[in-house]
Structure formats: structure tokens, C-alpha cells
């Protein structure tokens, strides 16, 4: 059985980088047709879309926070890591890593991904 786990800090002071670690078990971030996905939900918004790490090692992003983002790989360790610069209070979120067989929609749904990981609640305050 897959699972995934988020760590990071909690709090993150404007204009710095953060940096958000999702670790699998169960099954490998290299098995073939896998999406490996970063997603996070503000107060009171939608789901949206971060980015993405494919099993080949391919990255795709959200175009609004392209210019921010960039994820990263350990295959030794099974994780994937996001990193976000120059981060505001509108960047505060519940961030979320998962599994997806595919590129997820900006504003993705829970059953565009088959498996989550718990959230972390990431605020971006001084």
C-alpha cells in the first residue's frame, strides 16, 4: 500500500524560500506511469495545483507559480521535494503531495489523484 508523508516548516517568513519534502512508502517514485504531485489548498479556496515530478523525472507546473516553483528528486530516499521562492501570505496553504496517474487540472478535484498524503499547513507570515 502506497503512502505518502509531508514535512516542512509551519511558518515561512515573507520573501523566503520554502522547502516541502514528500516521502513514499509502498512503492517507488520511479515505477513507471506515476505522477508524483504537489497540491495545496488556501483558507476558504480550491484545491490548485502546484506541480509535478514525473517517474522519468519530468516537471511540470502550474504557469502562475512556474516562475517560483521547482521540484526535485532523491530516488535513493523515495522522496520529492518542493520548493517555492519569494513566498507572501498568499501562499499560505494546506500543501498536499500525491500520486496521480497524469498531469492534474489547475483546480484539481480529490479523485484526480488516487493517493494523498495527510497535508501540511504551511503559513507564510512575519
Known amino acids: 500500500q502506497v503512502q505518502l508523508h509531508e514535512s516542512g516548516p509551519g511558518l515561512v517568513q515573507p520573501s523566503q524560500a520554502l522547502f516541502l519534502t514528500c516521502t513514499v512508502s509502498g512503492g517507488s517514485i520511479t515505477a513507471a506511469s506515476t505522477y508524483w504531485t504537489w497540491i495545496r489548498q488556501a483558507p476558504g479556496k480550491d484545491l490548485e495545483w502546484v506541480g509535478t515530478?514525473?517517474?522519468?523525472?519530468?516537471?511540470y507546473y502550474n504557469p502562475s507559480l512556474k516562475s517560483r516553483s521547482s521540484i526535485s528528486r532523491d530516488t535513493s530516499k523515495n522522496q520529492f521535494t518542493l520548493r517555492l521562492s519569494s513566498v507572501a501570505p498568499i501562499d499560505t496553504a494546506k500543501y498536499y503531495c500525491?500520486?496521480?496517474?497524469?498531469?492534474?487540472?489547475?483546480?484539481?478535484?480529490?479523485?484526480?489523484?488516487?493517493?494523498w498524503g495527510q497535508g501540511t499547513q504551511v503559513t507564510v507570515s512575519s
Open positions: 515530478i514525473t517517474s522519468a523525472g519530468v516537471t
Open positions: 500525491a500520486r496521480a496517474s497524469g498531469i492534474l487540472p489547475l483546480t484539481p478535484t480529490r479523485d484526480d489523484a488516487d493517493v
